[in-house]
């Protein structure tokens, strides 16, 4: 009787460890991430440009994962670029090719001026970071 309940215990382990088993990997393609701006000036002068070190924060990385940015400016005018001499366009996708990259702003207003930065992957992952500059105004010398 013994026998019996110790092959019948030994049967249901075995049966339970294979039902437990899929053939299938568990492999995470999006992770969460941040885009971390570093401190910038905060008054700009018309025509002056300025530097916004950015980096990309990944909990985990993926090597198909593309990051791409894009901007709106809601008040102001102005223009964006990356550090590679591209032009960025408001609302237009741009692809990163690094995780560590510098935007350069130049004003081309008096006014306060605002801008919206959005950066998200390939997966429909979005990250948002508001800038925002006033004028300063330079006084001519006499």
Known sequence: MKKTISYFLYMMLICFIVCACNGSLDITQNYDFDLQVMPYPKKIVQGETIEIRCQLIKEGDYSET?????????????????????????????????????????????????????????????????????????????
Do not use: A, M, W
């Open 66 to 142: 593309r990051y791409y940015i894009r901007y709106f400016q809601s008040d102001g005018k102005g223009e964006l670029r990356l550090d590679d001499g591209r032009l960025l366009t408001p609302n237009d996708l741009f692809l990163l090719t690094k995780d560590v990259f510098r935007l350069y702003y130049t004003s081309h207003c008096t006014d306060q001026q605002n801008l919206d930065v959005y950066v998200e992957n390939n997966f429909g992952q979005v990250v948002q970071k508001s800038l925002s500059f006033s004028n300063e105004t330079v006084k001519k010398e006499e």
